[in-house]
């Protein structure tokens, strides 16, 4: 859950504070407020794409995000009989959850669905196939003029259950291997959208994820093309790169020079420590507030592995065990 705040803001996750502090405390500091407003003074835009904020609190970085607005009451209309059959799916699998879970478990969309905006149904970038259909037919309808913008598209994923099939189309019940290459041909059509634009060659496109197999081995994905580079075959790089060097990496393709981490400082093979932590349910710790929530959260603890060299070290030590235990003060989920 951390990862993408993490990355946005480079301020590593604190288990010390609540959430909603170490959101705040993210988008608000030195970090942030240089790397944004870098962006703006270099004639930038930031457009955020998610339909979940409540995980990024993004609230904190209404001053960075040109397409954030807050919504009113004459905003939306509640649906209170679509939204009383989602908690009704909620209520049934409660008491059956292996049983019913996968055949009544309600979705983000049934409740865009239930509680519309005005005008029309929330169309997310997030889920099912109506990020990719609006590709298709509208292409990059958000970017207009010289095309200077930091943009954020943060899409579900493999996240169980799985929806879309190998076409980027919504399917019943496909496998996570369909739903993994839907979402390549999602990425492939954004390529293909900026090329349509003209703005595909002056970009920096950057493609990773919030985390890699649990595990296995949670080293992630970091797929980059810089501006006007142009390769006959994909470069691979084992330099020891990390969430960290995201906005310097930015910075460093629109042409600044910053005092910010990039991916260029590390040399393929060198060796350099790294720490990768993820939720734990540890009993042996007490149960924290969920976040948002009156009830007990699912987590207790992060675990911190600290490991030197490639993914095959991180999974010697996901064997050994955690180098640190944190004790949370709030639960995600």
Same mark, same amino acid.
């Given at each position: 859950?951390?990862?993408?705040?993490?990355?946005?803001?480079?301020?590593?996750?604190?288990?010390?504070?609540?959430?909603?502090?170490?959101?705040?405390?993210?988008?608000?500091?030195?970090?942030?407020?240089?790397?944004?407003?870098?962006?703006?003074?270099?004639?930038?835009?930031?457009?955020?794409?998610?339909?979940?904020?409540?995980?990024?609190?993004?609230?904190?970085?209404?001053?960075?995000?040109?397409?954030?607005?807050?919504?009113?009451?004459?905003?939306?209309?509640?649906?209170?009989?679509?939204?009383?059959?989602?908690?009704?799916?909620?209520? $049934?699998?409660?008491?059956?959850?292996?049983?019913?879970?996968?055949?009544?478990?309600?979705?983000?969309?049934?409740?865009?669905?239930?509680?519309?905006?005005?005008?029309?149904?929330?169309?997310?970038?997030?889920?099912?196939?109506?990020?990719?259909?609006?590709?298709?037919?509208?292409?990059?309808?958000?970017?207009?003029?010289?095309?200077?913008?930091?943009?954020?598209?943060?899409?579900?994923?493999?996240?169980? %259950?799985?929806?879309?099939? $190998?076409?980027?189309?919504? $399917?019943?019940?496909?496998?996570?291997?369909? @739903?993994?290459?839907?979402?390549?041909?999602?990425?492939?059509?954004?390529?293909?959208?900026?090329?349509?634009?003209?703005?595909?060659?002056?970009? @920096?496109?950057?493609?990773?994820?919030?985390?890699?197999?649990?595990?296995?081995?949670?080293?992630?994905?970091?797929?980059?093309?810089? %501006?006007?580079?142009?390769?006959?075959?994909?470069?691979?790089?084992? $330099?020891?790169?990390?969430?960290?060097?995201?906005?310097?990496?930015?910075?460093?393709?629109?042409?600044?020079?910053?005092?910010?981490?990039?991916?260029?400082?590390?040399?393929?093979?060198?060796?350099?420590?790294?720490?990768?932590?993820?939720?734990?349910?540890?009993?042996?710790?007490?149960?924290?507030?969920?976040?948002?929530?009156?009830?007990?959260?699912?987590?207790?603890?992060?675990?911190?592995?600290?490991?030197?060299?490639?993914?095959?070290?991180?999974?010697?030590?996901?064997?050994?065990?955690?180098?640190?235990?944190?004790?949370?003060?709030?639960?995600?989920?």
């Amino acid at each position: 859950f951390p990862s993408v705040v993490h990355m946005l803001t480079g301020h590593p996750f604190d288990t010390t504070v609540p959430i909603d502090t170490w959101f705040q405390e993210s988008w608000e500091g030195e970090t942030s407020k240089y790397f944004y407003q870098t962006l703006n003074d270099n004639g930038y835009k930031f457009h955020f794409f998610d339909s979940n904020n409540d995980y990024f609190g993004i609230q904190y970085a209404e001053p960075y995000v040109e397409n954030l607005r807050k919504l009113t009451r004459t905003d939306y209309t509640v649906h209170y009989d679509r939204l009383v059959g989602s908690m009704l799916k909620l209520a $049934a699998y409660r008491y059956a959850p292996h049983m019913l879970k996968q055949a009544l478990e309600p979705d983000t969309f049934d409740f865009y669905s239930a509680v519309p905006l005005n005008g029309g149904e929330v169309e997310s970038c997030l889920n099912r196939n109506a990020f990719y259909n609006r590709l298709v037919r509208d292409g990059l309808h958000s970017i207009q003029g010289d095309g200077k913008y930091f943009i954020i598209e943060f899409l579900k994923g493999t996240h169980p %259950p799985y929806h879309l099939d $190998a076409d980027g189309q919504l $399917a019943d019940n496909p496998t996570l291997e369909e @739903t993994a290459a839907g979402y390549m041909k999602v990425f492939a059509e954004y390529l293909e959208a900026l090329k349509r634009q003209g703005v595909y060659d002056k970009s @920096t496109i950057i493609l990773t994820s919030d985390h890699g197999d649990k595990e296995n081995s949670m080293q992630v994905m970091y797929f980059i093309k810089e %501006p006007y580079v142009r390769r006959d075959e994909m470069a691979v790089s084992s $330099a020891p790169i990390s969430h960290k060097e995201m906005l310097g990496t930015i910075l460093k393709n629109i042409g600044v020079e910053s005092d910010l981490p990039t991916i260029y400082d590390f040399a393929d093979g060198e060796l350099r420590e790294r720490t990768v932590m993820r939720n734990y349910i540890d009993t042996k710790y007490p149960y924290v507030p969920k976040y948002h929530s009156t009830a007990v959260g699912t987590h207790t603890v992060m675990y911190a592995y600290t490991y030197t060299g490639d993914r095959r070290d991180l999974r010697k030590q996901f064997r050994r065990g955690p180098t640190e235990i944190l004790p949370l003060t709030e639960s995600f989920n």
